[in-house]
């Protein structure tokens, strides 16, 4: 169970952390996920220093490849590209989108890692998704969105969940193996690395050198840093590492209705009737795959 309850936990971190984000659109993608990324590595190295673990320097090249690109992939790449979507779509839609999650996340374990769900978790995973789905497809309120914005966003959005998913199955059989803190702080160094050389190569990109300096957003974009890509990382590839791949990524699919849910209570949403039993259904689900063996 230890998978899940991380599959879970990362699910509720990057819902706070969404939030806190969303309150944080005068920062571009390329700032915000650069600093999250440079707080989650300090982070991450205290702990491992703590711990008293150093660098795996007898892992093969291949799983140091796997690693490096994982990180470019899962957390330069696919992160920015979601904070892109955020922008441009606001979290009401994006939650839409994000529901595309799952479903990448179980054909990729299928199709790249030999995995077989079975029946109890198929009906598990579409009470989560049906849930989800009944949560959030509503006629969305305020001031309608330009369609070209609305249909870059969407192809943004998906576009990162997929890289995601991609970076996540290539890293997952070196985080079966590895140390979990130190498999993290490679993955991030190899993506904040490759942001750094990305904002030096084009220096129409240096503006996002000057979230390093300490202002007002700190007091949103730190407690979101260290939500979203220090605990809810390591809790995310916990999920990966100690259950199946499948289990995790329809257990973090939660992120939609949790959000939803922190919504209403921080920012004062509208919790409607029909959001609440959305809600209800995917727990439902939630737990029938907590219970199913596959």
Known sequence: MLGE??????????????????????????AMNLFKNLVAIALLAVTLVFLGHGLDLERSGSDWARLAVSGVLGIAVADTLIFIALQRLGAGLLAVVDTAYAPTMVSLSVLALGERPGGAFAVGGLLVLAGVLLAILEKPSGPPRPRGELASGIAIGLVGILVMGFGVMLAKPVVERGHLVEVSLVRLVAGA??????????????????????????????????????????LWLGGFKW?????ASVLNQMTTVLTIVLARIFLGET???RRAAGAVVAVAGALVILLART
């Open 271 to 273: 919790l409607t009737l």
């Open 193 to 234: 690395a490759s942001q750094l050389a990305w904002v030096a190569v084009f220096p129409a990109q240096r503006g996002a050198l000057a979230v390093l300096k300490p202002g007002p957003a700190w007091r949103r974009l730190g407690p979101a840093a260290f939500l979203s890509a220090y605990l809810s990382m390591l």
């Open 5 to 30: 309850a991380c599959a879970l936990g990362a699910a509720f971190c990057w819902s706070v952390s969404l939030i806190l984000f969303k309150s944080s659109d005068e920062v571009s993608p390329m």
């Open 243 to 247: 259950t199946t791949a499948s289990r």
